[in-house]
């Protein structure tokens, strides 16, 4: 098992989000999530009448017996010599470490495994799994209903939705899982078919509790939420339905405890097919590109940029030098509100769109600057390949370097600011250049938890770029900007904030 944590974090508590399969682990804002592989007295009356039997099957057999074989067992073997670090590190009962060879000196160096499920999409053997489970495998086996076992390469893999697509090595003619048509409606039966705890052609049943749900995990899905019991090793498998037909691919639990509770995530069918079709075809998948950090438009940022606090949309936060969105002339503070003749409702929206379309087209996008109504035109690009895995690590590490160096400067000095206005907010603030850390910005060295700035989100480490537009370069301009908002009678500054390898905007309050 490998064990993968995506840092994220949210005032009022911690959240993990693990990705199904035995051996990956993530964490995410809020919540625990683990993926192992994530009427009235008057007027019509409504009748509370059982179904009739035949609305609903007595029992799954003849159902079991018709998709079980089409479900597979996956296993990914990952060596590394003893100096290397397994991904996630540490160690865990799910993984197993090579020992030295009885009848030599040199060590074996270690052996992790990652178990999950599949399932065969064609009867020349491709299979569907999610890409957690195999991404980091130097071999890969699966095993068929049966028992039997085979190899397998990787035919590619997308961790975007986190996908992948396997072929089974030797030919053969295989059972094949047929793909739903149309997404399933909650409160119909769903059965998960897979490999929990590597035991094996493991069937469990619920309902479809929920539809097109965002965990954070993926921002390419809207998840089929499920309760049909789902644990580590059942990730890549099936949800079928009642008519035999696959609606989603296991990938997800919500858990307090790291156990199934009921609440399961499913990547659904539609995806899954436009996803799977792609590998086989190019081993990769496609996305437009834009090049933007955005964030959807709060009640206080709307405030902070001089609009009406009801507006909708995302606003900019950063843009990728000479990506399609910079050559457009879009900047930072600029608010997306329509993408063509569709209005933008979060950030999500914009990253489905523009990822579900060719590089080379182009696309219209209504925007606000400063309160005033624009519209560019922006060329699609190609999402680059080497942005497929979440550069989450370099980002970690040098915010960790950061709180490290802003604390031992701030053990040595106090900031210019703690003397002046930043101090009313709760924070301490030094200059980035003088931490080495950033030629640009002013570094929150201390976060007061009661000050008013501890509310806005804001942390140690956190580089604050500019404020009201204006570029920082000490304490002291942050404490002019605050002070100049508040003369002109605002109750919020806008703030542009360098984040681990994220920037967006927070609204400091001024009062």
Do not use: C
Request: neutral net charge; without cysteine; aromatic residues 4%.
């Amino acid at each position: 098992m490998i064990e993968k944590f995506l840092a994220g974090s949210m005032r009022g508590g911690a959240v993990a989000v693990a990705i199904a399969g035995i051996g990956i682990a993530g964490w995410f804002a809020g919540s625990k999530f683990v993926a192992w592989q994530d009427v009235a007295a008057k007027g019509p009356q409504v009748s509370l009448a059982a179904a009739s039997p035949q609305s609903s099957p007595a029992g799954f057999e003849d159902l079991v017996d018709r998709v079980k074989p089409t479900v597979v067992g996956v296993r990914a073997r990952i060596e590394q010599d003893e100096s290397e670090n397994l991904p996630g590190g540490g160690t865990s009962p799910d993984r197993s470490f090579g020992s030295k060879d009885d009848d030599s000196d040199t060590p074996r160096g270690r052996v992790a495994n990652s178990q999950g499920s599949g399932f065969f999409i064609s009867s020349d053997g491709y299979v569907v799994t999610t890409n957690h489970v195999v991404e980091h495998g130097d071999r890969i086996e699966i095993t068929t209903d049966d028992g039997g076992v085979r190899s397998a390469t990787l035919v590619g893999s997308d961790p975007k939705t986190d996908l992948a697509l396997l072929k089974v090595e030797g030919g053969g003619a295989f059972p094949v899982a047929r793909m739903a048509a149309k997404p399933p409606r909650i409160g119909q039966w769903v059965l998960a078919v897979g490999n929990p705890f590597g035991l094996g052609g493991t069937v469990t049943a619920g309902i479809v509790s929920a539809g097109a749900r965002d965990i954070k995990i993926a921002a390419y899905n809207d998840f089929v939420q499920i309760d049909a019991p789902v644990n580590q090793g059942n990730s890549g498998g099936p949800a079928f339905d009642i008519n035999g037909e696959v609606v989603g691919v296991n990938s997800a639990i919500f858990s307090p405890t790291g156990g199934s509770v009921g609440i399961g995530f499913a990547i659904p069918a539609e995806t899954v097919k436009t996803i799977a079709a792609e590998l086989k075809d190019k081993g990769s998948v496609r996305r437009g590109w834009i090049g933007v950090e955005i964030q959807p438009v709060t009640p206080d940022l709307a405030e902070a940029l001089g609009l009406d606090k009801q507006t909708r949309g995302v606003v900019v936060a950063e843009l990728q030098p000479d990506s399609p969105a910079a050559k457009a002339g879009i900047r930072p503070g600029d608010v997306i509100r329509a993408l063509g003749s569709e209005a933008v409702g979060d950030d999500r929206q914009i990253v489905k769109r523009v990822g579900g379309m060719a590089p080379g087209q182009s696309i219209e996008m209504g925007m606000l600057r400063g309160g005033e109504a624009r519209t560019v035109k922006v060329a699609i690009g190609e999402l680059p390949v080497s942005r497929g895995k979440a550069a989450t690590s370099p980002g970690k590490q040098e915010n960790a370097a950061k709180e490290n160096a802003a604390k031992e400067n701030a053990a040595r000095k106090e900031s210019a600011a703690k003397a002046d206005g930043a101090a009313k907010l709760g924070l301490t603030l030094m200059p980035a250049e003088s931490l080495g850390i950033h030629r640009d910005g002013v570094v929150v060295t201390e976060v007061d938890p009661n000050g008013a700035a501890a509310e806005t989100g804001v942390g140690i480490g956190d580089i604050i770029l500019d404020v009201s537009g204006s570029a920082m370069k000490t304490p002291i301009d942050v404490v002019k900007a605050l002070r100049d908002a508040r003369g002109q009678g605002k109750r919020v500054a806008l703030a542009r904030v360098r984040s681990n390898d994220a920037t967006r905007y927070i609204a400091i309050p001024v009062s």
